[in-house]
Every structure is written in C-alpha cells, then in structure tokens.
T-cell receptor, first 115, second 109 residues
Framework: DTGVSQDPRHKITKRGQNVTFRCDPISEHNRLYWYRQTLGQGPEFLTYFQNEAQLEKSRLLSDRFSAERPKGSFSTLEIQRTEQGDSAMYLC?????????????FGEGSRLTVL | AQRVTQPEKLLSVFKGAPVELKCNYSYSGSPELFWYVQYSRQRLQLLLRHISRESIKGFTADLNKGETSFHLKKPFAQEEDSAMYYCALKRFGNEKLTFGTGTRLTIIP
C-alpha cells in the first residue's frame, strides 16, 4: 500500500502519560497535515507542514501538543501529559507539490484512548 | 471565520430513490467546496470538488453562492453509496480544510 501510513493505529494510555504518533506521507508529497476527529464530529485542522517548515497551527494545538517534520518526510505528533479530552482519532494527510485540486490523501488514522 | 453545516446526521434512502445530502457554509470570501466520503473500513477520500463540476459515481454538487449551499445529489441511490459523507470548505490560497459534522447515508435495499 503506497498510501499515507500512520503508526500506531491504536493507543491506550493513562492520563498524564506522553504519546507520540508517526505519519509517513505518500512519497514526494511535500505538504503534510494533521487533523483530529472526535466522536460525532468532522475532522478538525491541527497543523500543516510544507517540507520541514510548520506553516500553520490551529489554536486547538495547545502547549501540550507538538508536531515535527524534521527532514521533510515523515512527521510526528506528540501529546504531553495526556488528558481524557485528548481521546480522539488523529488523522494525517498529504498532498503533492504543484497539485491544484486541493485534494488531501488521508491515512487511516491513529486512535487515542486516554483512561 | 468559516463554518460548514450539515443538518442531517443520519439519512436513509431506498435503493433507486434520489439522494440529497445538504451542506451550507458561512464564509464571506470565495470558497472552494469539497465532498469527502468514508466507506466502511476505508480511509477518508475525496469524492468531488465544486471547481471541477464533474460527476463522480453518479454524484453531482452545485455551488449556490446565493444560498451558500453545496448540496450533494444523486438521482438513483445504490447500495454501495452507503457511507459517511463530509462537506468541507477551503479558503482560496489557504491550506486549512474546515469540515462539517458529516451525514451517515444508509441505502435500504
């Protein structure tokens, strides 16, 4: 499968623990996005990278959240001191340079459950 | 700020009947509108976008700026249309997609 890959697919953690999610975009896609989806809601934008530069961050991304894309390829999303409200599906998406359709290619998501 | 509203959380339609999934938006500028679909056990994927004005899998959607709507329509529903549908808006030149809350469409055989 050459689509967007996310790991782990499921994570159960206790409140207060740190978690990290990884996203591998489609090869040659220079734009990478993180979204969060809670039950009954649509995906909500968290942050956006163009190559290694983080160009936009949502106000949803509190100080406990940090995202990186150090070499412009894979990205990590870390949540520190998790809270029950962080329980959600974390979606990664990518799209290629020069594509004008605006289409995002999504991964299958990483589901976080905070106990 | 932009907002997308999908008033129906659930919609059930008999096979062969017409389908209309409603989407309204609020944004003062010129938006780009999209419909994304998520079939069971599959990832979220683009169905269609208003700029292309094409029909995908028999679905069409017309942007009505006067009514600020982008309703998704299909004249004859098929069982494989059962899925979760999300309407999404993007400001021109911006990378952020704003999604609605989604409509779960069930086609009754």
């Amino acid at each position: 499968d050459t689509g967007v890959s996310q790991d782990p697919r499921h994570k159960i953690t206790k409140r207060g623990q740190n978690v990290t999610f990884r996203c591998d975009p489609i090869s040659e896609h220079n734009r990478l996005y993180w979204y969060r989806q809670t039950l009954g809601q649509g995906p909500e934008f968290l942050t956006y990278f163009q190559n290694e530069a983080q160009l936009e961050k949502s106000r949803l991304l509190s100080d406990r959240f940090s995202a990186e894309r150090p070499k412009g390829s894979f990205s990590t999303l870390e949540i520190q001191r998790t809270e029950q409200g962080d329980s959600a599906m974390y979606l990664c998406a990518s799209r290629p340079r020069g594509q004008n359709t605006g289409e995002l290619f999504f991964g299958e998501g990483s589901r976080l459950t905070v106990l | 700020a932009q907002r997308v509203t999908q008033p129906e959380k659930l919609l059930s339609v008999f096979k062969g009947a017409p389908v209309e999934l409603k989407c309204n938006y609020s944004y003062s500028g010129s938006p780009e509108l999209f419909w994304y679909v998520q079939y069971s056990r599959q990832r979220l994927q683009l169905l269609l976008r208003h700029i292309s004005r094409e029909s995908i899998k028999g679905f069409t959607a017309d942007l009505n700026k006067g009514e600020t709507s982008f309703h998704l329509k299909k004249p004859f529903a098929q069982e494989e249309d059962s899925a979760m549908y999300y309407c999404a808006l993007k400001r021109f030149g911006n990378e952020k997609l704003t999604f609605g809350t989604g409509t779960r469409l069930t086609i009754i055989p």
